[in-house]
């Protein structure tokens, strides 16, 4: 399968933990998004990549978060110190621009359970 | 800013009978609009784009959408439902002037098709 990847699919923590997703993007892709959805509602952007520089970030995005691309291909998002209020899918996209038309191919998302 | 709103957040039909999911977009440029669906447990799939070509844009699964700059809407519409088709649909806007091409999702419409 040559999809977005996302791993884990599901993550159940307490409180105050640290969790670290990951997202392997198709390859050839240079563009990686981070988007959150709450239940009932639209995915929301959180931050992008473009190969490995991190170039913008959402005001969503507190600094409880922090999202890497080390090297321009997979890439990770922690959270720090989670909050119930974290509870959420996080979906991994990637595109390849081509011209002004930015279809951005989804992963499956980590549904996030911050008990 | 640009913003999307689904004006229903729940529709049902029968199976066999048109569909139809309503959109309007809020934008100070020409967007590109996308409509996704995603059926539960699934990621978000891509039906169809509009990028300032051509106003009726089809997309998979025979669906299709207008876009009407005067109304501001970007409906998606199917000649007759499958069971398959039920799932949460998002009309989503992004600025192609923008470098980041972040997509802005509407809150999504959830299609419920009766056998």
């Known amino acids: 399968d040559t999809g977005v990847s996302q791993d884990p699919r599901h993550k159940i923590t307490k409180r105050g933990q640290n969790v670290t997703f990951r997202c392997d993007p198709i390859s050839e892709h240079n563009r990686l998004y981070w988007y959150r959805q709450t239940l009932g509602q639209g995915p929301e952007f959180l931050t992008y990549?473009?190969?490995?520089?991190?170039?913008?970030k959402s005001r969503l995005l507190s600094d409880r978060f922090s999202a890497e691309r080390p090297k321009g291909s997979f890439s990770t998002l922690e959270i720090q110190r989670t909050e119930q209020g974290d509870s959420a899918m996080y979906l991994c996209?990637?595109?390849?621009?081509?011209?002004?038309?930015?279809?951005?191919?989804f992963g499956p998302g980590t549904r996030l359970t911050v008990l | 800013a640009q913003s999307v709103t689904q004006l229903d957040s729940h529709v049902s039909v029968s199976e066999g009978t048109p569909v139809l999911l309503r959109c309007n977009y809020s934008s100070s440029y020409s967007p590109s609009l996308f409509w996704y669906v995603q059926h539960p447990n699934k990621g978000l799939q891509l039906l169809l784009k509009?990028?300032?070509?051509?106003?009726l844009v089809k997309g998979i699964n025979g669906f299709e959408a207008e876009f009407k700059k005067s109304e501001t809407s970007f409906h998606l519409t199917k000649p007759s439902a499958h069971m398959s088709d039920a799932a949460e649909y998002f009309c989503?806007?992004?600025?192609?002037?923008?470098?980041?091409?972040?997509?802005?999702f509407g809150g999504g419409t959830r299609l419920m098709v009766k056998p």
């Open positions: 996209a990637s595109s390849f621009r081509q011209g002004v038309v930015n279809e951005q191919f």
């Open positions: 989503v806007v992004s600025d192609p002037n923008n470098a980041g091409n972040m997509l802005t």
């Open positions: 990549f473009q190969n490995e520089a991190q170039l913008e």
């Open positions: 509009y990028t300032s070509a051509a106003t």
